[in-house]
């Protein structure tokens, strides 16, 4: 597949969140299971993670489990909690020599001791990188997310660090999982769902929107291209008039 041109209208998206979806459905029209699907979507991470610099694009955030996700069959979980395990340990060294941070969010005290510790090394590993920032979110929910910040909000009006009159956007945003990172510009959701399924709920408001048929194992380098050229016709309004510039 030829990888397109991308249009010079707009500046190319800075931030690009990804709900990777469909390894279940991909696998089971060849006949394997599950687990075989989510391998697959893990190599289709490693495309996407390579091809984004080259792209400008300098945030890639990727919906990795669920909050919601912890209800699947006891046996699906463990496998994917030890892809993410392999995952981990097999691709932080590969991460940090090509510049790529590493970051994770979500609700971590869910997730086995071994497995935070292996996040733990590859964030303090990556953390001076800057060539891209990749988060994925894992145990995350967006709703979650929110009730954690109003929380953290509440013990400080309460400890006398902040009047409830001082609560604004940015006081919000400042005590969400995502503080520090800037909102995404593209939220691309592939195998054929719209929905965004309780992902950066707050951090979408003026995300565009792009919904694509491939299932994420199938998901390539020259597809993100395609999208990020798609984006970069679209007038982006913010609620105005006219279209801001990134």
């Known amino acids: 597949m030829t990888t397109p041109i991308v249009s010079a209208d707009r500046d190319p998206p800075r931030h690009v969140a990804i709900i ?45 489990f669920s909050s919601e996700n912890w209800i699947r069959p006891p046996d699906e979980v463990e496998e994917l909690m030890g892809l993410l395990r392999f995952y981990l340990r097999s691709e932080i060294a590969d991460l940090h020599r090509n510049g790529v941070r590493l970051t994770v969010i979500g609700d971590r005290e869910r997730l086995a001791p071994d497995i935070g510790e292996l996040i733990r090394h590859g964030e303090s590993l990556t953390a001076d990188n800057r060539r891209l920032t990749l988060t994925i979110a894992l145990s995350y929910g967006g709703r979650l997310e929110i009730a954690a910040a109003a929380r953290a909000l509440a013990r400080d009006v309460a400890q006398g660090h902040l009047a409830p009159e001082d609560i604004d956007e940015a006081a919000v945003a400042g005590r969400l999982f995502t503080a520090g990172l800037p909102d995404p510009d593209l939220l691309i959701r592939t195998s054929g769902e719209q929905r965004i399924s309780n992902f950066l709920l707050w951090q979408m408001a003026y995300a565009e929107l792009m919904f694509v048929d491939a299932h994420w194992p199938d998901f390539t380098g020259a597809d993100l291209a395609q ?20």
């Open 227 to 246: 999208a990020v050229a798609a984006y970069r016709q679209r007038e982006r309004r913010f609620g105005g008039t006219r279209a801001k510039r990134d």
């Open 20 to 64: 990777m979806d469909g390894n279940g459905r991909w696998a089971k029209t060849r006949g394997r299971p599950r687990i075989y699907g989510h391998r697959q979507g893990a190599a289709a991470v490693r495309r996407v993670v390579e091809a984004a610099p080259d792209l400008s694009i300098r945030y890639l955030t990727l919906f990795g």
